[in-house]
């Protein structure tokens, strides 16, 4: 019965919406975590089945050989070769087992198979067999196809081999030298730039703010270009190197500011006004009004910026190959990791851990700041009468 009332208090309406994010979080999530648990399976565990299995267990199929006819013992009329398949390589429990690539579970482990001319083969779960022909042995020891069940094992060592690569723990410094002041810089003067469109009366006001929101559509490739040349220009006439972390700072805070100014403005304008006009009737500057009043009051959205601004910047490959090069000291860590991956192959175990080892930082960031980041982005959407 209380389950009801409470059903009830909350509305059919909104529990379907409630259930409907909570799907699609899951469904977003999924790929995610199948990401995860590929970068702790070994190589051949990804080749021979999906990363769900990688909790139960997977069945693989790999080859052996059995021991050479010089081993074999007479047994009555019989030439008998036992042993393990497993001898000398990685164990598990043997499920079937076949005499041809094509039908590898051709018969069931622990039942003795007539596989012709006279031979009788008995392959156990454990690995153990026994091999007997009614004639003396031939050739080379016979090959025989397993379907072997792995338990579940996972390894480090993928990130090992990542985070121990040339050139990896440099360029983590790099991504992060590259995407803090690339954060700050452009809050910094968005900060300023909205107070003044929200509170302070200048000709041309309403035609900055229109300019504003047109640049946000800007591509980023069609600025690209431009902005090198300027920068080049004004580097050679103030002697200042055309590959730099100066530049590379000043290009993220010009491609973010429109942004930056657009979501500040919106809300930095949905302040009370009562309080700017009290402070400005007790005497405070406008400067001191933005840094005692406005700051502290507009955290939500500056945290919201500085997740978007963090996250672009940190996941940059392109304007960080323009501006600061792709030399090995000048690489950041999307740089690193992409070049790590051309020299692996298509290795997927790389690939995986790779991912996640560059998405870590960024993950710390949105989940110390996302409280703010619904708070933000609404900001300025709805107003008092």
């Known amino acids: 019965m209380s389950v009801v009332v409470s059903l009830r208090r909350i509305g059919l ?25 590929t970068s702790f ?27 050479e006819p010089s081993t074999a013992k007479q047994n009555g009329t019989s030439y008998v070769i036992s042993g393990s398949v ?28 007539d596989i012709g001319d006279g031979e009788t083969l008995t392959i156990n779960e454990d690995g153990s067999y026994t091999y007997s022909k009614n ?13 072997v069940a792995t338990p579940p094992s996972f390894t480090t060592e993928n990130y090992r081999t990542v985070l121990t690569s040339q050139g990896i723990g440099q360029s983590f410094v790099n991504s992060l030298t590259v995407a803090v002041p690339a954060t700050i810089i452009p809050i910094l003067i968005a900060a300023f730039a909205a107070y003044a469109l ?11 703010i229109a300019l504003v929101v047109g640049l946000i559509v800007v591509p980023l490739q069609m600025s690209l270009i431009p902005l090198l040349k300027m920068y080049n220009e004004i580097g050679n006439f103030f002697g200042v190197p055309s590959r730099s972390y100066a530049g590379i700072w000043l290009a993220h805070s010009a ?22 006009e009290s402070a400005r009737v007790d005497g405070a500057s406008d400067f001191e009004i933005f840094v005692k009043i406005i700051l502290p009051l507009s955290f939500p959205a500056l945290a919201s910026f500085s997740i978007f601004q963090f996250l672009w910047t940190w996941n940059d490959l392109l304007v960080a190959m323009v501006f600061l090069g792709t030399g090995k000291d000048q690489l950041v860590l999307t740089g690193a990791l992409n070049a790590l991956l051309g020299s692996m192959g298509g290795k997927w175990e790389i690939l995986t851990a790779s991912a996640f080892i560059t998405i870590v930082v960024p993950i710390i960031v949105f989940f110390a700041l996302q409280r703010y980041l619904v708070r933000g982005l609404l900001a300025g959407s709805v107003k008092g009468g």
């Open 135 to 147: 004639a003396p042995f031939e050739g080379r020891g016979k090959r025989v196809y397993l379907s």
């Open 86 to 113: 497993f001898e000398g390589r990685k164990g598990g429990t043997v499920r079937a087992f076949g005499t041809r690539v094509a039908a590898p579970t051709e018969f069931a482990a622990g039942k003795p198979a």
């Open 41 to 67: 399976r070994e190589a051949g565990q990804i080749t021979a089945s999906g990363w769900w299995t990688a909790f139960t267990g997977a069945a693989e199929t790999s080859a052996a050989r059995l021991g």
């Open 255 to 276: 491609f973010g500011m429109p942004l930056a100014i657009y979501l500040l403005r919106n809300y930095i304008s949905g302040l009370p006004r009562e309080i700017i």
């Open 13 to 37: 309406p909104r529990l379907i919406v409630h259930a409907s994010v909570l799907v699609i979080c899951f469904i977003w999530l999924i790929p995610t975590l199948g990401i995860l648990v």
């Open 198 to 208: 929200s509170w302070m009366e200048f000709p041309g006001r309403a035609l900055i």
